[in-house]
Structures are given as structure tokens and as C-alpha cells.
């Protein structure tokens, strides 16, 4: 069965979309499945309170996400 699927996959390191979190709305980060519907809104809401965020990083301020979820998202968050 393997082999039968294997030629029509494509796997690439470098195809990751990445959310900019700057200007993602909160429905676009809800999105992704590492990203929770609460994570979501506290990303925004502290977005509007504190301004954008320098780096992707910057979401340790929030809280809300413990190490081991944030660690596995940050690939897939920019800032621009």
C-alpha cells in the first residue's frame, strides 16, 4: 500500500506557511492545530493592548501557553 501512495506525496522542509501574528485575525490563528480558540483571542487581545510583537517570542508574555505547546508552534508563526 506504501508503495502505491508514496509517488504521489510530497514532502519539502521548506513549504511551512507561516502565520504572521501581527496581523492575523484571531479565526486565522484558531486555525491552526496547535492554536486554541482562547490562545487565539489572547493573541490578538494582547496585540491591541501592547502594540505588535517584535518577535515570535514575544508570545511568553501571554501566559497562556505552556513551554511544550509554544515551543512546537513557534515554527510556524513570523512577524513582518
Same mark, same amino acid.
Given at each position: ?8 506525496? &510530497? ?56 513551554? &511544550? ?12
Amino acid at each position: 500500500t506504501i508503495d502505491l501512495i508514496l509517488p504521489h506525496l &510530497r514532502f519539502s522542509a521548506t513549504s511551512n506557511h507561516t502565520i504572521d501574528i501581527n496581523t492575523a485575525t484571531a479565526k486565522e490563528l484558531y486555525n491552526h492545530p496547535y492554536v486554541s480558540y482562547k490562545e487565539a483571542q489572547a493573541i490578538v487581545a494582547y496585540r491591541n493592548q501592547h502594540g505588535n510583537f517584535a518577535s515570535v517570542s514575544d508570545l511568553q508574555k501571554l501566559y497562556i501557553f505552556a513551554k &511544550r505547546d509554544l515551543s512546537q508552534l513557534l515554527p510556524y508563526l513570523d512577524v513582518k
